[in-house]
């Protein structure tokens, strides 16, 4: 609980826990607590924000409630980011690993294998992906996890070298411990903490991703994120600027959340930085 | 911005303070500049009818016949037409002082070429219709005989310069007519001579000085501008580098803005020929589409006039049934399919449907057309039909018509002035065949359906055929084999001081001959 204690005294790191805590309870309960579809056309279209109490942020191009979509997209986008890292963590973890602790020609495969992915630019290697699976929202996690393991798997590959000769590894070798209880039980509990601060930054890059996609229209159809809000009123953004500036604003202020706490976290778990702040 | 909806309604009244200040005597002189988007493949219209092509190179060529915004046929290369009493000869007198732009007289062994030989060989749309012509034949210089094998109803509308242009004899006899380089230079017998094209910027095209109409053309030049973003389209309209933006050259969103420019004037007329008629493909195959109370369900679950307002900024009008009623034997009386959520929840309820969610395919055309789709997404939500929205793109929307792969999708098509040939193909169970997005992809099969068409094209005269389309009407509207969303209009946005701009049923295919600019 340290981790925590450390955190709560960085004020910028914990005004971003804090608006992410926020963030994540609007992901679970807003859509029970604000029932309007965001599909809903509940008034006539271009309302501005304030206009009527009942739509505080005004209604889009076909007389949507903009606050309906920003409460229903938070929900879509935190999902998107999470999963998406928990997939790419997946393949990036053991691959890392696997390559880092036995290294040789095993490393050199793997490593050569992950180059194939580094080598496209990861944008437009997600959108190949999502065009030739149909956009939904399965198809989009997979691809953004799929662009987004690489550096995963070379900073668990660069941990496991550092630390594969330590003295505590070569103990556990001696003992006559399986690599596999090595792998999970010696080495990579002690690399922990930076896959934690790269995946709290992960998980930002993901919801921009996701956004971004939905941006181009490449989002699912059948769910209303910001991403998609934004692309939909890019092109009536100088009769109605609303309509760009609220799920702007939200994505902004999450990606910004994120960051916080992954830099809050990154000075709490690393000692040397840490150990500065309080000097 | 709030009044949005007024802006518009406004913007739609603007045309008639236009007329008025028409009042004035033309004047000659000045240049026009016009978009033209996207940059047509070719200007020989007698090969290439993409509607770019037909938009500029409609002010050089010329047909036989000009149609005014009902339709009715007027002179232009011919100075005047009769026919026989039972509708199968047709005599079309010539006028004697035409010229092609090379200086060549115009006669009626051009017209003979032209239909006979090239029209035949190039342009497929026209060479279905003339399976009803017996033979052409030019008695005398200015004189040419239509010899058709049974009255076809459609005969008097097909003489369109998109439709029936007339090319020089002298350039193209004996020659391959797509690999002629003379398609370079077109030649022919319109207002505007072609001067110059800048690929990938601009068309040039000066006043024809022989021109076989009295006094006409008024321009000295016309400058149609190839402009591929449509923000950088608005944006020279704004700044006044370009005059006219024909209809669909920017966004819808767009138009209440221009529209609301000082000087600007706006009309939707001008598209009366092609008549754009937007319907939703409802695939009567599979259930549970295949029950008509299903379909009639979604006809009254539709807010159709919500989303002619918010999507279409107010133009357009709403499809009662099959025919557009911008052309002939629209049936006034047909019943209509009002929003009515109540009544398609009683249809549901009485075909005992079962909730079985359908697909829901939007038209990879733009914005407007996805926000369309869910608009009726969430219409048919609200009567209970829960609905996949597939997405997809150009080639995808193609194919998957194509091979029937589909529940619910959209689609427009043009109506070319008269039933038998831009209506009827949509529903006779003929059109039936898998491999094109533009037949009968509905599967809708009646054997009724099927005669009355048939009888109606070549019925004789005009009366009988109103009564036949009458009855095809009625049969078609009880069925729902499609379900009509719109009689699209594509509004043309121009400055002001350019007058009598639309005066065909073409609309700026043709404009430019009669066209002035105030000076």
């Known amino acids: 609980m340290s981790i925590l204690r450390k955190l709560s005294t960085n004020k910028v790191a914990l005004f971003g826990l804090i608006v992410l805590v926020f963030l994540v309870l609007v992901a679970i309960f807003g859509p029970y607590l604000y029932e309007t579809s965001p599909w809903k056309m509940v008034n006539r279209p271009f309302m501005p924000p304030m206009e009527n109490t009942d739509l505080m942020l005004g209604t889009d191009t076909m007389g949507r409630d903009v606050l309906a ?24 973890v053991p691959l890392g690993a696997t390559a880092g602790y036995f290294g040789g020609w095993i490393d050199e495969a793997l490593m050569r294998f992950t180059e194939i992915f580094q080598t496209v630019p990861s944008f437009a290697l997600a959108i190949v992906i999502v065009a030739i699976f149909e956009p939904s929202v399965y198809s989009i996690t997979i691809a953004i996890a799929l662009v987004s393991w690489p550096p995963v798997a070379r900073l668990v590959r660069g941990e496991f070298l550092a630390l594969r000769n330590q003295e505590y590894v070569l103990a556990a070798r001696l003992n006559g411990q399986t690599n596999r209880n090595i792998i999970l039980r010696e080495i990579l509990p002690n690399t922990l903490s930076p896959i934690i601060v790269m995946a709290s930054l992960m998980v930002a890059t993901a919801i921009l991703l996701e956004s971004a996609l939905s941006f181009l229209g490449l989002g699912d159809p059948e769910i209303m994120s910001w991403g998609y809000m934004i692309g939909a009123a890019r092109t009536v953004i100088r009769q109605a600027w609303w309509l760009s500036f609220f799920p702007g604003v939200a994505i902004a202020i999450t990606v910004l959340a994120l960051n916080l706490v992954g830099e809050g976290l990154n000075e709490a778990l690393n000692p040397k930085l840490s150990g500065k702040r309080e000097s | ?29 000045g240049t026009l500049n016009v978009v033209v988007q996207p940059e047509p493949p070719s200007l020989m219209i007698g090969i290439y009818s993409n509607a770019p092509t037909q938009q500029v190179a409609g002010n050089i060529y010329e047909g036989l016949l000009r149609y005014d915004k009902n339709l009715e046929p007027q002179p232009l290369l011919a100075k005047s037409w009769e026919s026989s009493e ?136 016309i400058y149609w501008h190839v402009i591929p973003d449509a923000a950088s389209r608005s944006v020279a309209y704004e700044t006044g580098k370009i005059d006219v933006l024909p209809g669909g050259s920017v966004e819808n969103f767009d138009i209440p803005r221009l529209t609301g420019l000082e000087n600007s004037c706006v009309t939707s007329e001008g598209w009366e020929y092609f008549s754009p008629h937007a319907w939703l493909w409802i695939n009567n195959r599979n259930y549970p589409m295949s029950d008509k109370r299903f379909r009639q369900a979604i006809m009254y679950a539709m807010d159709r006039e919500f989303a002619k307002n918010a999507l279409w900024n107010g133009y357009g009008k709403i499809a009662k049934g099959p025919i557009s009623s911008k052309t002939k034997f629209f049936d006034e009386d047909l019943p209509d399919y009002e929003y009515n959520p109540e009544k398609a929840k009683e249809l549901l309820e009485e075909m005992g449907y079962d909730g079985t969610p359908v697909r829901l395919m939007p038209m990879p055309y733009g914005e407007t057309w996805q926000r369309w789709a869910e608009a009726i997404r969430q219409n048919l939500s609200e009567v209970g039909i829960e609905t996949d929205m597939v997405a997809t793109d150009v080639a995808g929307w193609n194919q998957k018509l194509s091979d ?19 209506v009827s193909r949509s529903y006779i169970s003929d059109n039936i065949a898998k491999g094109s997005p533009w037949n009968n992809v509905e599967g809708y099969a009646n054997e009724k359906v099927d005669q009355l068409f048939d009888e109606a094209a070549t019925a004789f005269p005009d009366s009988k055929r109103a009564e036949l389309y009458k009855q095809v009407q009625q049969q078609l509207v009880e069925d729902v084999p499609v379900g009509w969303l719109l009689e699209l209009e594509f509004p043309t946005i121009y400055n002001c001081k350019v007058h009598n701009l639309i005066d065909s049923a073409i609309g700026v295919n043709d404009a430019f001959g009669t066209a002035w600019i105030e000076q």
């Not at chain 2, 911005?1 to 007329?19: D, F, R, T, V, Y």
């Open chain 1, 69 to 92: 979509g920003l409460v229903y997209g938070a929900r879509i986008s935190l999902l998107v980011g999470l999963i998406s890292t928990l997939i790419a963590l997946l393949i990036g």
């Open chain 2, 404 to 422: 029937w792969d589909y529940d619910l999708s959209f689609s427009y098509l043009y109506q070319y002035g008269d039933p038998a040939l831009g």
């Open chain 2, 86 to 221: 039972d509708g199968t000869t047709w005599t079309f007198h010539l006028k004697e002082n035409v010229t092609w732009h090379d200086g060549k007289p115009f006669t009626s062994a051009d017209v003979v070429f032209s239909v006979d030989k090239f029209l035949r060989e190039t342009n497929s749309r026209l060479r279905q219709s003339l399976e009803y012509v017996d033979s052409i034949t030019a008695p005398d210089d200015y004189t040419v005989v239509f010899q058709l094998k049974e009255p076809f109803g459609p005969f008097i509308g097909l003489f369109e310069t998109g439709t029936m242009p007339m090319v020089p004899k002298h350039i193209y006899e004996g020659t391959d007519y797509k690999t002629n380089p003379a398609n370079h230079t077109p030649i022919g017998t319109g207002p505007f001579k072609f001067d110059e094209w800048q690929k990938g910027s601009y068309i040039h095209a000066v006043r024809n000085e022989n021109y076989h109409q009295e006094g006409l053309p008024h321009l000295d030049e």
């Open chain 2, 1 to 29: 911005m709030k009044k949005l909806l007024l802006q518009a309604a406004l913007a739609a009244a603007l045309p008639l303070s236009c007329i008025n200040v028409q009042a004035a005597e033309p004047t000659d002189g």
